[in-house]
């Protein structure tokens, strides 16, 4: 199969490329974009500077890993026609708005980190000198996350017959968006990908097949690992009530789980986290050295790929002529060592019989 640095990249990838590569270079007082963090996480910032030096590559987005607690929203309820108020009232319970754990869109983050968090999550039984527990005392998970400890109990279903607002404790391993300038760009993208551990990767559209490569999408690869997430429901939202003065009441933002399942979480995250870098880097490296290879080749190969070892078959016969030259060489060189060998021990014999006559 022919490699990437066979192909040609198109005017149009160069373009975007440049685009993007420009506002990345906007220093980090600066720079901002749609994520919570609102700028490149440091734990990938390299891996993306790697890739972005690689020739029909760029990436466009991307996350180090991260653990997030996140308050789902809730859609707003839209005044219901008088012929459609019926259905609607069947329906209310729907209006829900139940928000992904990646977290755009309605709702609220809580907490969100792209580290691990080494002061919590210690297996029990462990060593813990007295830095460490004062930590744990000063910053406990559900202080950590705004909630306040609760009962254990379910929530119930407010007046209207809608359950509350839940509060969802992720952790995801790491997503990168890269975009090829062609199919044959993106395929060592994704070798890498699936050979590091990354085996949920893959093209997010085909739209490049309906277009001409000069001037048509490029295909953009997700390099991600479903496998590594991590979800758990650990609280709710209790909505504000009118007081007896006729105001507002601050909504709370109630555990159902305890400390101890919180630290849980966070042991079984940190674990994962640090799989999650190993992968990281196995990726890097993989995609570094296919594209090097890629390159150091330079030369389109035709029809079927070639098994590694293959051998073209004028440079077989030129190699198995020199073989066979250097081996009748040796031959000769044996042969003549044998013959002067054979010289010198019948001369030996000539004079010991000569001294014996005499």
Known sequence: MSGPESHPIPEAFELRKRRILAELSIPDAEYTDLSPKGSVDEGIRELIDDINTLPGLVTTS?????????LEGRKKRHQPQPQQQQQQQSSEVQQRQFVPSG????????????????????KKGEAEDDADKEINM???LHRLFGMIPGDGKPPKLDESGQ?????????EPMILHIMAATLHHANPVLSAASSSGFRESGLQSLRCLDADDADGPSPIVAVRSAGMALESLIGYCEEKEIDDDGGESEPIIRSLVTEEYLEMLIAISNERFVINSERKERFRSSLVEMCSADHALGVKAKGKAKPVGWEDPAARRERMRAEGLRKKQQQQQQLEQKNRKEEGDGGNKNKENDTFIA
Do not use: Q, T
């Open 138 to 140: 000063e910053r406990p």
């Open 163 to 171: 359950a509350p607002r839940l509060v969802r404790f992720s952790y």
């Open 62 to 70: 991307s996350c180090a890993g991260r653990i997030s607690v996140f």
């Open 103 to 122: 977290g755009k869109g309605a709702g609220k983050w809580l907490y969100v980190s792209h580290d691990a968090l080494k002061e919590h999550g210690g």
